[in-house]
């Protein structure tokens, strides 16, 4: 790579790595904003909430990396221009593939990245995203109890605490379980915290009586100053972990095991999961490809390149919406898939074609550059 190559190839990726950041931090804040509901609600720690978000990271950098290009590429091009650097490019004797080649290799190497990231590393983070859903879903112990609340975990059992403090310890607690021989008991004490012993969960009650009324009437009072309450029977099973088709590889989307029920029904949905994978990432030099083209497809303005910006921004965004449409659609109808793919593709090649139309001979075009140059000086 020359000088005037690095050259250009510093000055756009600078401007991408910060919108890259700046728009993944966007929609990172707005993902953790979810995820507060396992806070609030299933009474999970601060460790829980930032993994719960940080794996939502590589599906969210894969979303805004195309706009983050195109948006940073705009930025760096438009300086570029206004300040006749590329001019003076052109004027050196480069040709404009020449010029536009280092963004079009940053847009490459920005879509080998978002190909690693949709192949191995977006599955891996869902996966464990997965996982750590089901396990606090099915961790019925961590709501079974809510201060100054009613709970009913499971049928027959009611819970109640009058207050809980920072400790996690319970105060006044009150138990009342129905079996299904028609027996009751009613258990009361002081305080009590939720420990594991023997690799259970147990609810450990200190200063407490029990009350048990038996199905011919006859009533059992106790009292103890420690007793330990199983949960085993209010805790769920381990639940067997359903992948989604973001949480597959990409072998297992083109060749789902078919003796599956739910793979026979999805195959299609499957299918159009994999091709979207491979797509995607081409949005990456889609967006590079149009932002060139709002600054190189047409004359040097001196008043700016407004216009032309927002008819390009405006296309860019059809085209992105357009391959979201394409994806939905080929999850009912297997041959729409290949729109996943032209879509990008056709797109790149009206905006590279929009960029190369003018054909001027070398004599002429280095004439015109020089008085532009003679102009600027002036």
């Known amino acids: 790579m020359r000088l005037i190559d690095r050259y250009l190839f510093r000055q756009l990726l600078g401007p991408t790595l910060l919108a890259v950041a700046a728009l993944t931090g966007v929609a990172l804040l707005s993902e953790s904003l979810s995820g507060l509901d396992y806070i609030v609600n299933q009474r999970q720690s601060a460790i829980v909430f930032l993994k719960l978000t940080l794996l939502h990271l590589p599906e969210l950098t894969n979303l805004t990396l195309p706009i983050a290009v195109f948006v940073a590429a705009l930025v760096a091009l438009n300086r570029l221009h206004t300040e006749q650097e590329i001019i003076v490019c052109f004027a050196g004797g480069m040709s404009r593939w020449r010029v536009i080649s280092p963004a079009i290799r940053l847009a490459s190497w920005i879509t080998l990245l978002a190909l690693i990231m949709?192949?191995?590393?977006?599955?891996?983070?869902?996966?464990?995203?997965?996982?750590?859903?089901?396990?606090?879903?099915?961790?019925?112990?961590?709501?079974?109890?809510?201060?100054?609340?009613?709970?009913?975990?499971?049928?027959?059992?009611?819970?109640?605490?009058?207050?809980?403090?920072?400790?996690?310890?319970?105060?006044?607690?009150?138990?009342?379980?129905?079996?299904?021989?028609?027996?009751a008991t009613t258990y009361m004490a002081n305080s009590g915290r939720i420990e594991k012993r023997d690799g259970g969960p147990v609810l450990l009650m200190h200063d407490g009586s029990t009350q048990e009324f038996s199905p011919r009437g006859v009533l059992n009072f106790l009292?103890?100053?420690?007793?330990?309450?199983?949960?085993?029977?209010?805790?769920?099973?381990?639940?067997?972990?359903?992948?989604?088709?973001?949480?597959?590889?990409?072998?297992?989307?083109?060749?789902?095991?078919?003796?599956?029920?739910?793979?026979?029904?999805?195959?299609?949905?499957?299918?159009?999961?994999?091709?979207?994978?491979?797509?995607s990432p081409l949005y990456n030099i889609t967006a590079m490809a149009m932002a060139l083209s709002a600054i190189l497809g047409g004359g040097f303005s001196r008043l700016g390149y407004g216009r032309r910006i927002a008819l390009v921004g405006g296309a860019a965004i059809l085209v992105r919406i357009l391959g979201f449409v394409a994806q939905s659609a080929s999850d009912g109808t297997v041959w729409v898939n290949t729109l996943q793919y032209a879509i990008p593709v056709v797109a790149t090649a009206v905006a590279l074609r929009t960029i190369f139309r003018r054909r001027v001979s070398r004599a002429i075009d280095m004439q015109q550059r020089s008085s532009r140059i003679a102009q600027a000086a002036a």
Do not use: C
């Open 118 to 183: 949709n192949f191995w590393v977006q599955p891996l983070a869902f996966r464990t995203l997965r996982e750590l859903l089901t396990g606090i879903k099915t961790d019925v112990t961590a709501t079974l109890v809510r201060e100054g609340e009613f709970t009913q975990p499971v049928p027959g059992l009611t819970v109640y605490a009058q207050s809980i403090d920072s400790k996690g310890d319970m105060h006044n607690l009150f138990i009342h379980q129905t079996k299904d021989d028609g027996s």
């Open 223 to 279: 009292t103890f100053s420690e007793y330990p309450y199983a949960l085993d029977q209010v805790s769920k099973p381990d639940a067997l972990v359903h992948y989604k088709p973001s949480d597959r590889y990409l072998h297992e989307l083109f060749h789902p095991d078919l003796q599956q029920t739910w793979e026979q029904r999805n195959r299609k949905g499957l299918l159009a999961e994999g091709h979207a994978r491979i797509a």
